[in-house]
């Protein structure tokens, strides 16, 4: 992908999609760090319309036309299920927005992939957990989004990311880039590296299990960080899980583990001061609670106390991949300063270290939880 799209490059992906009144204004939106997200702002009749305008990264997202089929098919078939319970299929999920030409996506004569979504409007997104209110809504919208998926005809789903939580080989991915070092800056991190070449064992624990069959592939999120959902401003209620590019047959805990990771931090995590990072057990429990109730006992006994694990080992990946992001030259997620991805590992890693010496108590909170 090219660093940013030039003004007429954007207008010419907005000219190719039906959009309500004329466009007026596009600015870059949210804090994601994969796609190049923009509100548009279009004039209908004196009306206020807005979309939001993404830049598919298909560096990452090889099959850009797979994703979005992926994409449409889960929201159409998530609208039905809002139908059906009498909700709002316009505000409670994302809809794709067709070209002029019947397309889901639009692809420029520079090989851009573009999409565009309606903009949900009246909503804000949490960067960080302001009460545990919140994050008891966003676990059980969590939990339920993957049991309504769970009659979702996992077949048709195509693998976005090939391996995308295969902790094994995330690992391994990190190993070459420590051997490799292209840059140099290996011998400024041992302590980070060693900490994770340290960890090599968990690596492995869930993907072994679903291998022998003991953890069931379900229908899963696989990005469940904070922003990726949309709270209603009025009712400051969780409304719609957004960022479906990795929908995908996964495991549980991934999605139980990737909030935890991001909501029960007691820091950002970019924080450069590691002293304001730690596992907040209180958010722990209201979070576990929220899932639970959110996925209505389809948990089996072993999902449930694989928790934890979950938990510390999607913090752990996440960590892995920043470092190795790092030491590559910051190729995959998007930085702005120098180190952000060296920052970002440190807090997963100091994050992973205080869930090990709370490890009993995270357990004993699964276990009165599920009692
Ligand atoms: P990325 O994959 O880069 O994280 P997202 O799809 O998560 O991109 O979008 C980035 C941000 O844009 C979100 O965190 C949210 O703030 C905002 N956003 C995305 N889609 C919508 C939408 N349909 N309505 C309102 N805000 C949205
Ligand atoms: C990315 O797209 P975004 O910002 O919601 C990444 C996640 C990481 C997360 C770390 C497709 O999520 O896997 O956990 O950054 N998404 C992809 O913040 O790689
Ligand atoms: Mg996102």
Known sequence: MTKTPAP???DNAIAAFRLAGIPRSVNPHGNGHINDTYLVICDDAGNEKKYILQRMN????RNPQALMENVAGVTSYLQEKIRERNGDPDRETLSVIKTKDGKNYFEDSLHNFWRFFPFIEDTYCLEKVENAGDFYDCAQAFGSFQRQLADYPAETLHETIPLFHHTPSRFQTFQK???EDPLGRADSVREEINFALARE???HVLTDLLEKGELP??????DTK????????VTKKALCIIDLDTVMPGLSLYDFGDAIRTGANTGAEDETDLSKIGLDLSLFETFTAGFLTGCAGSLTPLEIELLPMGAKLMTYECGIRFLADYLVGDVYFKIHKEHHNLDRARTQFKLVADMEAKWEEMAEIVRRLSR
Not at 217 to 222: E, M, Q
Request: net charge negative.
């Open 217 to 222: 592939l379900r229908v899963t999120h696989n």
């Open 226 to 233: 904070l922003n990726n959902i949309l709270f209603d401003a």
């Open 8 to 10: 007429e490059t954007i």
């Open 201 to 203: 064992a968990d690596t």
């Open 58 to 61: 298909h560096s990452i997202f």
């Open 177 to 179: 880039a420590v051997r």
